[in-house]
Structure formats: structure tokens, C-alpha cells
């Protein structure tokens, strides 16, 4: 299994970044998983963001990035993405994602990618 994840940098706040997962090597279709998105910021665990389910398309977030964040996927591509929007510093982490199973991550973590908000 490989998770990839892209698109971070530096941002100045209120601005705003998409971030992309290209998933691979699964066992079964991308589309049959529920997929999510988690940071981790300097000194603290890591927390999960926001969710999409694998049919419908549901989704969840966090209460801190609920109406700044949307994720979506693509299943023709095997990715999901994180749009980002009126970003804050308090957003600076690395961001992961990660297949989901009864609302736990299943697979190795991949690098990440860093956000960092700043003027």
C-alpha cells in the first residue's frame, strides 16, 4: 500500500491550498474505502481532520475546520483531496490521510505533506 500526499506549502493566512492523496496497492477498489484526512502539528498527536465515506460520499470534520474544509475523491484516480480555505495559522501541521475501518486509519502512514500558514 502506498499513500501519497501532495500539495502543501506555505500560505499566508486566510489563504488558501488543495492537498491530494494518490492511494495505491489497496486490496480492493479504492472506491469501496472510506477515506480521511489527519495533521499532526509540532508537539501535539495526530488528530483526524475530515472523512469521506466510500458510498454517497458522506462526509465529516472536525468542529475547527467545519465550513473551511472539503474533502473530496476521485475514485477514477484512486485520490482524495483536501480543499482548504481561510486558512489560520493553527492550521500549520503535516497533513496525512489514510483508508479508514470502523473509523480507525488501516495502513501504513505515508510522509505527509507540511501546510504551513504565516505572513
Known amino acids: 500500500v502506498q499513500l501519497v500526499e501532495s500539495g502543501g506549502g506555505l500560505v499566508q493566512p486566510g489563504g488558501s491550498l488543495r492537498l491530494s492523496c494518490a492511494a495505491s496497492g489497496f486490496t480492493y477498489t479504492f472506491s469501496s474505502y472510506g477515506m480521511s484526512w489527519y495533521r499532526q502539528a509540532p508537539g501535539k498527536e495526530r488528530e483526524l481532520v475530515a472523512t469521506i465515506a466510500s458510498a454517497g460520499g458522506s462526509t465529516n470534520y472536525a468542529d475547527s475546520v467545519k465550513g473551511r474544509f472539503i474533502i473530496h475523491r476521485g475514485n477514477a484516480k484512486n485520490t482524495v483531496y483536501l480543499q482548504m480555505k481561510s486558512l489560520k495559522p493553527e492550521d500549520t501541521a503535516v497533513y496525512y490521510c489514510?483508508?479508514?475501518?470502523?473509523?480507525?486509519?488501516?495502513?501504513?502512514w505515508g510522509q505527509g505533506t507540511q501546510v504551513t500558514v504565516s505572513s
Open positions: 489514510n483508508a479508514l475501518r470502523s473509523n480507525l486509519a488501516i495502513f501504513p
